[in-house]
């Protein structure tokens, strides 16, 4: 499945699952406090199959699979039958209302519990959260090839994702954050990155590259792939295969060892010695690397060689047995809520850019890699997607169930219901707002693309 396909469906399952579970989670207390629910529809448009229940329920699948709704009787929309009245929503009293309004989100916080449940017991692969290359801020802390990352912020960090994580919940803050690392020799170290020191104006992502960690498993090995033709390569006689382990005296670990010892060293009129290893034999070479002119116009000295093909692999699994998953499950979805509370907080008061705003073109994107990944993947990507969904529905605007769960709330403290027209205006301010902050994801999703 191409890229544009994959993307597609996968926003389109994600999307499907996660909002007609919200819808759920509405339609089922409605049930339970009494409301009559008139139709329970998963997906949108023209109905593709419609089944009426003995309660007289209709329950539709349509042909656009993104989302689902619950109509309940509702006297604002249409005239209620006296002897419906008692089952009508607005005549529920306003703790019962609340209850409906909240299980939406509700339900969405446990499908983020189940996805993390079921993500741990199928077991996540991950990279051990060991550094490869330490550069930028990174190096400037102290930070060395081969550290372990114990703790971030205090936070415990198990694999490389989780320490991404970590970082990503202090990144906005721009201040220096303490980590401990455990170097190869056991020796344990207490570091401060100075996050301080990253511009205000990059979004997340961006920050996350300033810092400077690279996974080990993300190196690239020192092992020559291609040779072009009539390269200071192919004249010393490096082949495909040869490994390189030194350059200048220098020690070669990685193909961006490559790169900066050759940048470093090489020049006019000077040999650059590469020792590699072929065959279980160590080799050295004289070779004259030469001046070409790079795709942005730079002269730059070359060998005209490229690393061979190499997929990183994963080096440990996250797992629980099914009892343990449990409490890792929901202690994850109390993390994570936090992040994501953390972040539209240092968002809406300017400490965190809006460009971290993603929009679905963003979000298809994430659903078709972690889908490629494998399910514990995806799994982990629903959980995360249906704790956003819950925390956004949350939000005091008018329109989402956060505004009406405002309203409510007024409702309960003055004794009566907010008057319509204030609701009316609300209705409209909750309608700009979202449109606005659509706006804004789709802008964000554009610049990603193509930057």
Same mark, same amino acid.
């Given at each position: 499945m191409n890229e544009i396909l994959g993307s597609i469906w996968w926003l389109a399952v994600t999307l499907g699952l996660l909002i007609t579970f919200h819808e759920f989670g509405h339609y089922w207390v409605a049930r339970r406090v009494g409301v009559k629910v008139l139709r329970f529809s998963i997906g949108f448009g023209k109905p593709l199959w419609t089944h009426v229940g003995?309660?007289?329920?209709?329950?539709?699948?349509?042909?656009?699979? !993104? %989302? %689902?709704?619950?109509?309940? !009787?509702?006297?604002?929309? $249409?005239?209620?039958?006296? $002897?419906?009245?008692?089952?009508?929503? +607005?005549?529920?009293?306003? !703790?019962?209302?609340?209850?409906?309004?909240a299980a939406g989100p509700f339900f969405n916080f446990i499908f983020a519990v189940a996805a993390f449940w079921a993500m741990l017991v199928v077991g996540k692969p991950d990279y051990l959260p060991i550094v490869g290359a330490a550069q %930028?801020?990174?190096?400037?802390?102290?930070?060395?090839?081969?550290?372990? !990352?114990?703790?971030?912020?205090? +936070?415990?960090?198990?694999?490389?994702?989780g320490a991404a994580l970590a970082l990503a919940d202090v990144v906005g803050a721009r201040a220096p954050v303490r980590i401990e690392v455990r170097t190869p020799a056991g020796t344990q170290r207490a570091l401060t990155l100075p996050l301080q020191d990253i511009p205000a104006t990059l979004d997340t992502d961006q920050a996350m590259q300033h810092i400077g960690l690279v996974p080990q498993q993300m190196l690239i090995p020192p092992v020559l792939g291609r040779i072009l033709p009539d390269s200071a390569a192919a004249a010393a006689g490096l082949q495909p295969g040869d490994r390189i382990v030194a350059i200048a005296g220098q020690p070669v670990h990685a193909w961006n060892d490559v790169v900066t010892l050759v940048h470093r060293y090489a020049g006019p009129d000077r040999a650059l010695d590469v020792r590699v290893e072929r065959a279980g034999k160590t080799l050295d070479f004289a070779t004259h690397p030469r001046l070409s002119t790079l795709a942005d116009g730079k002269p730059e000295y070359l060998l005209g060689v490229?690393?061979?093909?190499?997929?990183?692999?994963?080096?440990?699994v996250q797992r629980a047995n099914p009892l343990a998953a449990i409490p890792q499950a929901i202690a994850e979805t109390w993390r994570l809520t936090a992040q994501t509370v953390s972040m539209l907080g240092r968002m809406f008061t300017g400490q965190a850019s809006l460009k971290n705003i993603s929009g679905p073109i963003s979000i298809a994107q994430y659903a078709n890699t972690s889908a490629d990944l494998g399910p514990a993947w995806f799994l982990y990507f629903l959980g995360i997607v249906s704790l956003s969904l819950a925390v956004m529905n949350l939000l005091p605007i008018p329109i989402l169930d956060g505004g009406h769960l405002v309203y409510y709330l007024i409702e309960l403290v003055k004794g009566s219901p907010v008057s319509v027209r204030i609701m009316v205006a609300g209705q409209y301010l909750g309608i700009a707002l979202l449109v606005a902050l659509m706006g804004l994801a789709f802008y964000n999703d554009l610049l990603r693309l193509i930057s």
């Amino acid at each position: 499945m191409n890229e544009i396909l994959g993307s597609i469906w996968w926003l389109a399952v994600t999307l499907g699952l996660l909002i007609t579970f919200h819808e759920f989670g509405h339609y089922w207390v409605a049930r339970r406090v009494g409301v009559k629910v008139l139709r329970f529809s998963i997906g949108f448009g023209k109905p593709l199959w419609t089944h009426v229940g003995r309660d007289g329920t209709e329950y539709v699948i349509a042909a656009v699979p !993104l %989302g %689902g709704y619950v109509k309940m !009787l509702d006297a604002r929309e $249409d005239e209620v039958p006296a $002897d419906q009245r008692a089952h009508e929503f +607005t005549a529920q009293p306003v !703790l019962a209302r609340m209850a409906i309004v909240a299980a939406g989100p509700f339900f969405n916080f446990i499908f983020a519990v189940a996805a993390f449940w079921a993500m741990l017991v199928v077991g996540k692969p991950d990279y051990l959260p060991i550094v490869g290359a330490a550069q %930028g801020l990174a190096a400037q802390a102290g930070v060395q090839a081969g550290d372990r !990352l114990l703790r971030i912020d205090g +936070t415990e960090v198990r694999s490389w994702s989780g320490a991404a994580l970590a970082l990503a919940d202090v990144v906005g803050a721009r201040a220096p954050v303490r980590i401990e690392v455990r170097t190869p020799a056991g020796t344990q170290r207490a570091l401060t990155l100075p996050l301080q020191d990253i511009p205000a104006t990059l979004d997340t992502d961006q920050a996350m590259q300033h810092i400077g960690l690279v996974p080990q498993q993300m190196l690239i090995p020192p092992v020559l792939g291609r040779i072009l033709p009539d390269s200071a390569a192919a004249a010393a006689g490096l082949q495909p295969g040869d490994r390189i382990v030194a350059i200048a005296g220098q020690p070669v670990h990685a193909w961006n060892d490559v790169v900066t010892l050759v940048h470093r060293y090489a020049g006019p009129d000077r040999a650059l010695d590469v020792r590699v290893e072929r065959a279980g034999k160590t080799l050295d070479f004289a070779t004259h690397p030469r001046l070409s002119t790079l795709a942005d116009g730079k002269p730059e000295y070359l060998l005209g060689v490229s690393p061979a093909p190499y997929a990183a692999r994963y080096n440990t699994v996250q797992r629980a047995n099914p009892l343990a998953a449990i409490p890792q499950a929901i202690a994850e979805t109390w993390r994570l809520t936090a992040q994501t509370v953390s972040m539209l907080g240092r968002m809406f008061t300017g400490q965190a850019s809006l460009k971290n705003i993603s929009g679905p073109i963003s979000i298809a994107q994430y659903a078709n890699t972690s889908a490629d990944l494998g399910p514990a993947w995806f799994l982990y990507f629903l959980g995360i997607v249906s704790l956003s969904l819950a925390v956004m529905n949350l939000l005091p605007i008018p329109i989402l169930d956060g505004g009406h769960l405002v309203y409510y709330l007024i409702e309960l403290v003055k004794g009566s219901p907010v008057s319509v027209r204030i609701m009316v205006a609300g209705q409209y301010l909750g309608i700009a707002l979202l449109v606005a902050l659509m706006g804004l994801a789709f802008y964000n999703d554009l610049l990603r693309l193509i930057s």
